[in-house]
């Protein structure tokens, strides 16, 4: 089967949504998914849009996308390249789909002079976590990663 990877656009946004939403059912969150097609638009393809997106294409039909943006890095003192979400539909995973997006992300991380591309992976996700250790991929076990959102978020924004 023809893989290819083409970059998002606007008309995208509907596809995009669809995909994150389903990503979300398969990490157990659908009720965290709060993004509408306007947010997509406007996040991902406005004149101020800090993030990216690919869509991953087999034989034309799209099965599959790549969300990312840049990252610093004081210790390397160059950009890095994070991938936020990586999606292929289920029935597509195994056939190298999601190996073509990754490869492909890495060849615009060298491109763009990035030291690292970096990503999250939920503990509990042995098939994800097998496939990237399998590209050399390594765990960062001794970074804990910390959010702030919604109220805490606002909270600390606000304080004297």
Excluded at 30 to 47: G, R
Excluded at 98 to 120: D, N, S, T, Y
Aim: net charge negative.
């Amino acid at each position: 089967m023809s893989v290819t990877i083409r970059p998002a656009t606007a008309e995208d946004a509907a596809l995009i949504l669809q995909f994150i939403t389903d990503l979300a059912i398969y990490e157990k969150a659908e009720h965290e998914v709060k993004a509408s097609v306007t947010d997509i638009e406007q996040s991902l393809f406005s004149d101020t849009a800090t993030a990216h997106s690919l869509i991953c294409e087999q034989d034309g039909q799209a099965v599959g996308f790549a969300v990312y943006f840049y990252n610093y890095s004081t210790w390397l003192g160059c950009n890095g390249l994070y991938l936020e979400d990586l999606y292929i539909t289920p029935d597509k995973r195994g056939g190298g789909a999601g190996k073509a997006l990754l490869k492909h992300l890495a060849a615009i991380a060298v491109e763009q002079g990035c030291g690292r591309f970096e990503w999250c992976v939920l503990d509990w996700n042995q098939p994800a976590i097998d496939f990237y250790k399998s590209l050399g991929a390594e765990p960062q076990e001794e970074w804990i990663k910390y959010r702030l959102e919604g109220e805490a978020l606002k909270k600390l924004a606000l304080q004297n």
